[in-house]
Structures are given as C-alpha cells and as structure tokens.
C-alpha cells in the first residue's frame, strides 16, 4: 500500500538570497494535495500587481532524507528545464511553528544559482477538510493540476498559448482571490454558495474537450 501524507494549505512569509534582507513580493500560496498523490500547486502572484504572476508550477512532492523535499515541475512558467538544478530544499521547523526551507535556486534577478530561504506558514485546516485533486495531460502541449483543500482551491494549467494559473477561496461563496491570464474556458471552476455544494465535490467544467482526471477525492480526518 502506498504511503498516504496530510494535505497542507502553506503561505509564504519571506524570501531571501542570502546575504540580502528577507521580503515578500508576492501572494504565494502553496496547495499540498498529500494522499497518495502528493500533487501540490504553487501560485506567486505579485502583491503590487495581482495579475502578474512572478512565478506559476505544479507537480509532485518527494519526501526525501534528512528533512529534505524535492519537487517536480510538470507546469512552470519559467520552463520546465529551466536550468539543470533540481527543486530540493531542506526544512526544518521554526521555534514559532514555521517552516524554513533552504537550498539554491536561481535568482531571478541575477540570473545566478544562489542561496536562499524561504519562511512558510501552514493555514490551519478544520478537523476534516474535503480534498479533490485532478490531473490534466493532453498532449505534451496540455498539463495542468487542479487541487482543492477545504475553503481554497487552486489551479496551474500549461497550454500552446502559456502557462496560467488561478486560486479561489471560499467565504459566502467561491470567489477568486488572484488570477494569471484568462482560465474561464480551460480550468475546473468551484461553484456554489455552499462549501459543500454537491455529492461529489468535483468542480464544474467549463470546457468539456479538456479531459481532467480525478486522482483523489477525500476528506481527510476519516479512515482513507
């Protein structure tokens, strides 16, 4: 039986290339599918300009040793090569409950490999979340991951055209809270003035010739 793994809601609180200051540009939220799938979403629009995207990518989570994670890109905005260093950090956690991940990565500004460190903060989930986790491959042109924890959901698409990505939150009813170019016609949308507004839990479709697949639909907090 595969190892099963406690999805996560994460937000940024910092980044810096060492040795410079730490800062936040950017909204970044991270969703950790966990489930056997451990498919995450990772979505950095810029705080000064939500429309912009920093940074967009999805794929898989790998728990490493000696508290080290890799993970893979299927969709990224930068370029799937980009460069030939992997995604692996180290992180530990923080007297506070954060989390510190450090590693090398390249600086955008600079264009360099470099040190940095990233501070994360996990969103505290009810004691039972609905998670859905669905996958997209057409093609080597089409990939994308759509992943929905509780009140959040958040989706990365790659089509011909580019990489796009949105994420909504659930107060009285689904709303987006950012989103990189025009998803309308390609990604699973959250509908509903309820949380749990259907038997399945699957987010609507808006464009029916895209074939996502459901990898995962629990709760977590129940028996898997």
Known sequence: MSSVSSPSISRRISLRFLPTPPAELTSTVVLNAGGRS????????FLASPSSCEWAF???KEYLEDGRCRWTHCVDSRGVNEGTLPDVGRCETLPNGDELETGEMINPATGRIEAYEEVWRDEQLPSVSHVTVLRLTDGQRTCGVFIRIGAWAQGVIQREGGVYACRWNFTEHWEVDASFGDVSSMMPTPKGTTLEGTSTHIPEMEDSTLKWEIVEDYLWGTQL
């Open 38 to 45: 451990n498919l995450y979403t990772d979505f950095r629009p």
């Open 58 to 60: 999805a794929g898989t």
